[in-house]
């Protein structure tokens, strides 16, 4: 009888980790460094030292297994394609971890697989086809499809922060493209946003008053600054007309929005939904859209609910 | 032992049948009328009668069972969610021709289905990530993730000619919307652009010489008519970057380019490919571009291989 699994997520300072029962509840959740350092070799090997310490008063054969997101693409197979921020190349998550340990082992890309997480015991709750969208210093993505993640061919599915969304951007994004959503829509894009506008005019803003930040602009609109509103539609009209696109290709019961961004609350959604509804294909305009509720911990429930499930589509 | 499974593709005006060997081989190929009149009431039971006619001389035992491809959003039940061009409204086609004819039945989304075909044995073969765009009178579209359909949560899955991808648009989609690729990128799509271009300007064009359709323009494009040129430049550019976005969500293997406008060949390609990889996420900017092979018979192709998979995503 299995009766526990782990989830880890690894980032690129800390590796969380949470032992959870077959239910979704957390039994225990803690964390370690993440060494970067020989190409991100003592990783795995930290991570598995950890786990194995976790297992010294659980009886192995009820250890359903350990399921790892990382920020990179990771395939159906658990094979990681060169995850910069760790230092990894190309080898598989999978046979790397299962070796270390001998435990069965699952990996997905840390989006993909909050996405999951979120689905399992968030904000999704409910839903087997959903789009997530974390709006953090990036954008990250997550498409589940009855259920599993879409991975794609070589794991680089759901990578929605990088969908092309205006022809007339200058600068550059991290991912080497020019106009790409994460530069309007992460907490990062948000805030261009706003010092671009501040800079074109000298409209009087709460925003002139100190540094501008996603959290600033979202209190500002709260408090009806105007300059601040007009930032926020920006923001609502790249993101839900993105959302309408993902949305007439996968066509999602719910839409989840998370990350740090998400903090702003339901007002994000005010921004976003117009937009969304205007664009979308009729068939989908009915999406129910949600608030991502398990923070920072979506990434090791949806690593354990990887393993629960056992293979993804 | 099954030895043979039906695929039958619903169009308005005829139903397609056809005979397959588990292989993919067509042994018959035959076509019915669509009778719409009724509210469409007569279409299922005539394609029932029509393959209890083909199935007098096989041992009933030896089949797998009868696939449908119709045009409207069909869920992963085979619940179709009204079929305008039908009559159809909302009702199980499963379980009514499984009632009629005693024989499993998989139904699917038209466009969706013409992927599956593709994949199984055309454009797509020895692929299980693509997408599947069809150039026709719209623009349909289709999704395979890991081999099988995307339907999404109310069969509208793949509906990719409704992507929003012009905010300047004033005419209206037939969809209710403005703006959308299907506006741009279908036969009726290349030559309102055209239409459009030659209304603007006084240039010299061979296509100021007789009526304006996809395929005038194209021939034009091979004989470097240059207005020609800037017509097939706008086209390949709203589709190379719709192609782009729905790249970076499903991360594909292979996309395949079908229906009439197809038949214009690799030209076709040559307009889309720089358009898409300019824009599209590092990671699914391998992709393999390549034509359609079944023509019309993709349908009946993709629907026999529903039931041989007798389960889609």
């Not at 599993?148 to 599915?157: E, I, P």
Request: hydrophobic share 40%.
């Amino acid at each position: 009888m299995k009766n526990y699994v782990f989830g880890v997520d690894i980032g690129g300072t800390t590796v969380k980790l949470g032992l959870f029962d077959t239910q979704g509840n957390v039994l225990d959740k803690w964390e370690i460094p993440t060494r970067t350092e020989d190409n991100g070799s003592h990783i795995l090997p930290d991570i598995a030292e950890s786990i194995r310490e976790k297992t010294k008063l659980i009886d192995r054969d009820s250890i359903a297994g350990v399921g790892v997101g990382a920020p990179g693409p990771i395939d159906g197979d658990g094979v990681v394609h060169r995850a910069v921020n760790l230092g990894w190349g190309t080898f598989s998550i999978k046979d790397t971890l299962e070796d270390l340990l001998n435990l069965p082992v699952m990996a997905g890309n840390d989006a993909n697989v909050a996405a999951l997480g979120e689905m399992w015991m968030g904000g999704g709750q409910g839903c087997r086809d959903l789009i997530m969208v974390t709006l953090g210093t990036g954008v990250g993505g997550g498409i589940i499809v009855k259920g599993k993640m879409l991975t794609g061919f070589t794991g680089a599915g759901g990578e929605i922060g990088h969908m092309h969304v205006e022809d007339r951007e200058e600068e550059t994004c991290n991912c080497g493209n020019k106009g790409c959503l994460e530069q309007y829509s992460s907490a990062t894009g948000i805030t261009r946003l706003a010092n671009r506008l501040l800079a074109s005019c000298d409209r009087d803003s709460v925003l002139r008053q100190g540094e501008v930040s996603a959290k600033t602009v979202f209190d500002a609109v709260k408090a009806r600054d105007p300059l601040a509103v007009e930032v926020a539609e920006k923001f609502g009209k790249y993101l839900g007309d993105t959302l309408a696109s993902i949305a007439c290709v996968v066509n999602p019961e719910t839409i989840v929005i998370g990350g740090g961004v998400s903090k702003a609350g339901e007002v994000l959604i005010d921004f976003i939904r117009p937009n969304y509804e205007k664009n979308v294909f009729c068939g989908s305009r009915e999406v129910k859209f949600s608030l991502a509720t398990l923070g920072n911990d979506a990434g090791i429930y949806g690593a354990a609910k990887l393993v629960l499930d056992m293979e993804s589509v």
